[in-house]
């Protein structure tokens, strides 16, 4: 018997859902669009989430770190770059996340609650001129 495509009239509709989650986990470690004008890169896998809000005071990064205990955390940042290790039984992170503005990281604080780490910095100066004598 030869197959009718009116058969299965759902056929294309699931080809074209299953390619395009196919497309959305190949991309999974590409640069995130978080707030359409800035590409973040996390690195984080799939099953993290991490946001970043920018105001014209502060930026603000939140991530989930599930199962992971506070003293298990190291932080740093060179203004450009936060970095996160973290480990626990199951799972270690050490990802670098790329900043969409310049940060004072000398102001930052931090703080870790229920699983999610939130990073809340000072934008930096903006550079001074120099005059020429």
Known sequence: MRRDDRDEPFDDLFREI???????????????????????????????????????????????????????????????????SAGSDHRQYDERITLPQRVNEHTASATYNNGVLEVVFDPAEQSSGISLE
């Open 18 to 84: 299953e390619r395009m989650m196919n497309e959305m986990m190949n991309g999974a470690d590409a640069n995130v669009n978080f707030n359409s004008a800035r590409n973040v890169d996390t690195g984080f896998g799939m099953d993290t989430h991490v946001d970043i809000h920018e105001t014209d005071d502060e930026l603000r990064v939140v991530a989930d770190l599930p199962g992971v205990e506070k003293e298990n955390i190291d932080l740093e940042c060179d203004g450009e770059t936060l970095t996160i």
